[in-house]
């Protein structure tokens, strides 16, 4: 891209992405290739819009027209060419917003994916003098508009309120919640030539721009923002390093209000122009424009692939009394994997990037459990875990800790709440057991008493089962009063707090195992 063009339009905008930490290019190796989608002319701009990437860049016949000398009436328009679920470009190319763009320079665009708003950059021909120039050469100002899909149509819904007729608002980047926009523009009071500012929206009103100030703008020129994740801001510069006068891409990691000190990424940065880095949602890849020897056209848009290498986990299933392996046991995770764990009792397998896990085993005979894992923030490697079965049987009985009630009350507190959602997991992990849930007093209060204290309290806690899902046929509510002590603590005989405790306890039966 040539400088001039980078002065007129400004800056460049995109959409973000969800990455949660500004660690990104740690442990990645970084690949890049040429896309079909260029041209001879300049290509720029790619920004993602649901499951499609946009564009800017001529049409054939403009760039047929150009060749000859001809600049009335071209116009950049937006293109947008269909991508697969891993972000990968498929099938042609066709234009879009051509109703809305229609007299302008049209792009680059950033989509946010909450709001469905579409943030559009756009030539402001407040000046009737420039309207049929060819933008490289005049002094061209943006403005920036904002557009919904109706019916499937994108139609304008609002202009920026800062849009000034004098200078350029311009290459919009929204975070995905929608209420926070970045843009370039060259207003009065900036720190160079275009600047990058911020506007917060609240109320359903953009607040005054913002300057970011001297630790992202310099007195060159800063544009194509692009914000990932709401940590990560990144841009191209011409003014950071005085070696050089070319943009080169930097990020900054959001810290509070403010952003540390930008860094190059220099796996991207060549002795030309570099910008407007945007990556897919899955992390994998992303695409760029560079104006490096090699490329199609004027500006072309790479592919850019991130490896970030390989995650593997090694579960191991053991009886949890005798440490044992177990072979040949069912594990099924939360992605839709039923594996089974080999002769060493191991299950190996493959985990994605910044991904959360569940893998809960289905033994016969044995209480099933469940472990919860995930590779967001962990080193790449072999990631080895253990689960822990028991083997039951049938009439085998477990007491449950920590289940409580007010004297002579039987709603559920809090704390108790915490040890039955333990029982709900248990009979989740476990579907064709049926249980009886048996609550026990101590000897003190009479016999009918407390039969009928324990009935309630079993009762309320199997409520509280059903209430989260399992099905009533699946447990019964059985009230024992005092009739099954564990210790000498009858009638008539004394006993500490702590003796009669162990008689106050919640316990749950299994009374069938069968599918």
């Not at 608002?169 to 911020?198: C, E, N, R, W």
Request: proline share 3%.
């Amino acid at each position: 891209m040539k400088k001039v063009f980078l002065l007129l339009l400004a800056a460049l905008p995109f959409f973000g992405f969800a990455q949660n930490d500004c660690d990104f290019f740690d442990h990645t190796t970084i690949q890049i290739e040429k896309t079909n989608i260029n041209t001879s002319a300049s290509d720029y701009g790619p920004s993602f819009v649901e499951n499609e990437l946009w564009y800017s860049a001529f049409t054939d016949e403009e760039i047929s027209k150009l060749s000859t000398g001809e600049s009335k009436d071209i116009f950049y328009n937006l293109f947008v060419t269909a991508l697969n679920s891993n972000g990968d470009l498929q099938g042609g190319k066709k234009t879009e917003l051509e109703k809305i763009s229609s007299d302008y320079h049209a792009g680059p665009v950033s989509y946010c994916p909450t709001t469905k708003e579409l943030f559009v950059t756009l030539s402001n021909y407040d000046n009737p003098e420039i309207k049929n120039k060819l933008y490289r050469k005049a002094n061209v100002h943006l403005k920036t508009i904002v557009a919904k899909k109706v019916n499937g149509t994108w139609n304008l819904v609002e202009k920026l309120p800062f849009n000034d007729a004098t200078y350029s608002v311009g290459h919009p980047a929204i975070t995905a919640g929608g209420k926070v926009l970045y843009f370039v523009s060259d207003m009065p009071g900036g720190q160079g030539g275009t600047d990058i500012y911020k506007s917060v929206k609240e109320n359903g009103i953009w607040g005054e721009p913002v300057n970011l100030g001297a630790t992202i703008n310099t007195s060159g020129n800063e544009m194509f923002p692009y914000v990932y994740q709401n940590e990560i801001l990144f841009f191209a510069s011409s003014g950071i390093n005085a070696s050089k006068d070319d943009l080169d891409i930097y990020y900054s990691c959001f810290s509070g209000d403010s952003f540390t000190a930008p860094v190059a990424l220099n796996e991207l940065n060549t002795n030309a122009d570099d910008f407007g880095l945007v990556i897919h949602k899955d992390a994998k890849v992303g695409y760029f424009v560079s104006k490096k020897d090699g490329g199609q056209g004027d500006d072309d848009i790479y592919k850019v692939i991130f490896d970030k290498g390989e995650y593997k986990l090694e579960l191991l299933v053991r009886d949890k009394k005798t440490q044992e392996a177990i072979p040949s046991a069912a594990v099924s995770f939360s992605d839709g994997e039923k594996l089974a764990t080999n002769a060493e009792g191991i299950i190996t397998r493959d985990l994605d990037y910044e991904t959360k896990y569940t893998a809960t085993s289905e033994l016969e005979g044995y209480m099933n459990e469940s472990i919860s894992f995930s590779t967001a923030g962990e080193e790449y490697g072999i990631m080895k875990l253990i689960i822990n079965v028991e083997k039951v049987e049938v009439g085998q009985k477990f007491v449950m800790e920590n289940i409580f009630y007010d004297f002579d009350k039987w709603d559920i507190l809090p704390a108790s709440e915490i040890e039955l959602d333990k029982l709900v997991k248990v009979m989740e992990d476990n579907p064709s057991w049926k249980v009886e849930l048996g609550s026990h007093t101590d000897s003190r209060g009479s016999d009918a008493y407390n039969e009928k204290l324990s009935q309630k309290r079993s009762e309320s806690a199997v409520s509280y089962i059903v209430s989260k899902g399992i099905s009533r046929d699946r447990i019964i509510a059985k009230g024992y009063g005092e009739t099954q002590l564990v210790n000498q603590c009858d009638d008539g005989v004394p006993c500490s707090d702590e003796e009669h405790q162990m008689n106050r306890r919640t316990e749950f039966k299994i009374l069938g195992m069968d599918k």
